[in-house]
């Protein structure tokens, strides 16, 4: 079982540019998540999904974009790179939602726009 | 608005003794806590947790404690072990938007543990 995993683990993006951060979970869980966690801050969510073809806004979507066509990939796509994106960003799973299932997390993917 | 908060950012404490890290929050409909502690250039990783219909739940060293009429928690770990440094994580969840939201994070304290 790898758990979640995420590539790239970095990468430095010009203002402008796209990308999409690769997740993929092994574990067969429902719930799929996408955080952020801006130097010296908590994580916060920007994107969640409930099951494949489920979608839903967190906290901070603006900017990104996400789609969920099966149980294990949860890409995250970043269309015009911009400064205030620099962050770590994290996949997390869990088995049910609510938020009283474990969230297993990936390695992170750190991101850098200059 | 943080609705949850910790306020130390970092903590020292002797190996051996014992590490308590606190963490308080705003939203009353929070109904479940859970702490996670995060190495550097790993992801968090699920410790413990407590449901609001309780006060306290014990896992081996690790104790989270809670006070619902303060909105406050706090985690202790007795005795602190030298890999027991590492950043804390409080985060909180609650029947918000249907339930399925993510956790909320506090900023995190980063726990030191001397020789």
């Known amino acids: 079982n790898a758990g979640v995993t995420q590539t790239p683990k970095f990468r430095i993006l010009k203002i402008g540019q796209s990308m999409t951060l690769q997740c993929t979970q092994d574990?067969?869980?429902?719930?799929m998540y996408w955080y952020r966690q801006d130097p010296g801050m908590g994580l916060k969510l920007i994107y969640y999904s409930v099951g494949a073809g489920i979608t839903d806004k967190g906290e901070v979507p603006n900017g990104y974009n996400v789609s969920r066509s099966t149980t294990e990939d949860f890409p995250l796509r970043l269309e015009l790179a911009a400064p205030s994106q620099t962050s770590v960003y994290f996949c997390?799973?869990?088995?049910?939602?609510?938020?009283?299932?474990?969230?297993?997390f990936g390695p992170g993917t750190r991101l850098t726009v200059l | 608005d943080q609705q949850v908060k910790q306020n130390s950012p970092s903590l020292s404490v002797q190996e051996g003794r014992i590490s308590i890290l606190n963490c308080d929050y705003t939203?009353?409909?929070?109904?479940?806590f859970l702490w996670y502690k995060k190495y550097p250039a790993e992801g968090p990783t699920f410790l413990i947790s407590i449901s609001s219909i309780k006060d306290k739940n014990e896992d081996g060293r690790f104790t989270v404690f809670l006070n619902k009429s303060a909105k406050h928690l706090s985690l202790h770990i007795v005795p602190s072990q030298p890999g027991d440094s590492a950043v804390y994580f409080c985060?909180?969840?609650?029947?918000?938007?249907?339930?399925?939201?993510?956790?909320?994070f506090g900023k995190g304290t980063h726990l030191i543990i001397q020789p």
């Open positions: 997390a799973s869990s088995r049910t939602g609510g938020g009283t299932d474990t969230q297993y």
């Open positions: 939203n009353s409909m929070f109904d479940y």
């Open positions: 985060a909180a969840s609650g029947i918000i938007g249907g339930g399925a939201d993510g956790l909320t």
């Open positions: 574990m067969n869980h429902n719930y």
